[in-house]
């Protein structure tokens, strides 16, 4: 029975520090989305004060220099939006306690319960691990 209650143990610990890295990553990426906004806002502060440099500008340079603004905006936008779907709400895994767990803590003994809850643990890292990994992929993309 030791067995299996450190199993459970062990299973729900990783867990746990699967979730644990869960929120950081939404923590990191909610950072890196701050800075972003405020880049894009210290941005559009520096088009707005070089203005007057681009009116005064003629010809081929004045739309390479537009050309640069839009495409910059286009490439800050983009990471924006990436990061932000990187910490859109994602259902966070967790052991599921329905009526199958209330029958088989009822009606099974201490091994039985201990080898369930541990598979579920394990189940819900395993799903974890999936959403991490999405999540990370798509803010690397953002980055």
């Not at 701050?34 to 502060?45: E, R």
């Not at 495409?71 to 859109?88: C, D, E, P, Q, V």
């Not at 306690?97 to 803590?105: A, G, L, P, Q, Y």
Request: with cysteine; hydrophobic share 45%.
């Amino acid at each position: 029975m030791e067995r299996y209650k450190f199993y459970y143990e062990l299973s729900k610990k990783s867990l746990d520090e699967e979730i644990d890295r869960y929120r950081k990553l939404d923590e990191k990426a909610a950072k890196f989305l701050n800075i972003l906004s405020i880049s894009i806002v210290g941005y559009t502060a520096l088009i707005n004060a070089s203005r007057t440099m681009l009116t005064s500008t003629h010809g081929v340079q004045k739309w390479i220099f537009i050309s640069l603004i839009v495409l910059t905006y286009l490439a800050l936008l983009s990471a924006w939006y990436r990061i932000f779907n990187a910490i859109k709400l994602a259902k966070i895994p967790r052991i599921i306690f329905d009526r199958n767990t209330k029958s088989i803590i009822e009606d099974e003994d201490m091994l039985t319960i201990y080898d369930s809850f541990a598979t579920r643990c394990q189940k819900a890292i395993v799903d974890a691990q999936a959403t991490l990994t999405e999540k990370g992929n798509t803010l690397i993309k953002g980055l």
